[in-house]
């Protein structure tokens, strides 16, 4: 699964792509910020888009809403993997689902890596 990671904490990021490339199926590549993403999955069209919301030059929702501007990308599947607690939008959790494809909300505090990787691991078996 080619799976592209949003997350601008480095250390994050790389304990996230080794915890996800344990299984040799995956490839992760990580961005740091909209604008890199969408340049990454323009080169390598995902599989699977891991968002952090807070990004430093632009936020989440705002890559969400390039990213699904794009034809070939309207039905990969994005997974909220964030900081910001789900009550900060939950009264936008339809938009978020219906409209930019968001398929689950992961509160990075109350996810184990292991749990992270069974996720992405039934991801992988849908798309399949």
């Known amino acids: 699964m080619n799976i592209l990671l ?3 904490d480095s250390i994050l990021a790389n304990v996230y792509k080794n915890a996800l490339e344990m299984n040799k199926q ?3 590549r990580i961005s740091s910020g909209a604008q890199v993403a969408i340049m990454n999955a323009d080169d390598a069209t995902p599989d699977l888009v891991i968002l952090e919301l807070q990004l430093i030059e632009h936020s989440g ?8 501007s794009y ?3 309207q039905e990969i599947p994005v997974v909220l993997h964030t900081m910001v607690p789900f009550a900060e939008f ?5 938009l978020l689902r219906s409209e930019l494809g968001v398929r689950a909300y992961l509160y990075k505090p109350n996810t184990s890596l ?3 990787r069974s996720y992405v691991e039934e991801q992988s078996l849908i798309t399949t």
């Open 26 to 28: 995956n490839t992760v």
């Open 71 to 73: 034809s070939e990308w």
């Open 114 to 116: 292991a749990q992270l």
């Open 6 to 8: 949003i997350e601008p």
């Open 61 to 68: 929702i705002e890559f969400l809403y390039e990213f699904r």
């Open 90 to 94: 939950t009264d936008n959790w339809n």
